[in-house]
């Protein structure tokens, strides 16, 4: 039953108590397969709806327009990719603090590919620059600093720590792509986990004379 809480009487679209949150995530579930696989121009209120299992009404109780649950999802992602990096950085050595990143992204491969799918297109939105959203910003280039972080490590014994922190970054948004959008939810995490035996020693310790 749909009740209005402040005022005891039913409120359109409006669920009661705990129900509340947990409808409030499925939409955002629903919504981020629909970004991720329409894009943002694409996506409607009705396919979001529809995915979610809920009535129009309920959404719009949630969220007024569609630049709300971008926002929220946008948050969401980014409060996760800066957790992972807060967590790296906590280690002293670079090699450590690349593992240690590589190891949660291979989490979420496993545990939730759709942050992945939905963060690959925040950065194919942004690029695009039809839609263009802060926070989403900021968790790209939250990504993109921490690795210009690592390369800098290197910057006394490597000449081009620029093409070296491109080098990570590419590979981070490979690996977001093959588990959002080509791997099998079950599947995801193995690339990101053999990622860890192909970087050795020698990627952050390269002299710059060895050639």
Known sequence: MLVDCATGTRGRGRPVGADSERTRQTILRAARDVIALSGYGAATFQQMALRAGVSRPTLHYYFDTREQVYEALAQAVHAQIARYIAEAREFPEPRARLVAFTEAVAHLCREDP???????????????????????????????????????????????????????????????????FVASDSDGSVVARQLLNVFDEKLLTLQSGAH
């Open 114 to 180: 759709g942050a992945l799918r939905f963060l690959v297109t925040m950065q194919v939105e942004q690029r695009r620059g039809v839609h263009c959203n802060a926070t989403a910003e900021s968790a790209i280039a939250a990504i993109h600093g921490f690795y210009d972080t690592l390369a800098d490590t290197r910057a006394d014994t490597l000449a081009d720590t620029r093409g070296l922190a491109d080098l990570l970054a590419s590979v981070f948004w490979g690996i977001a792509f093959h588990a959002g």
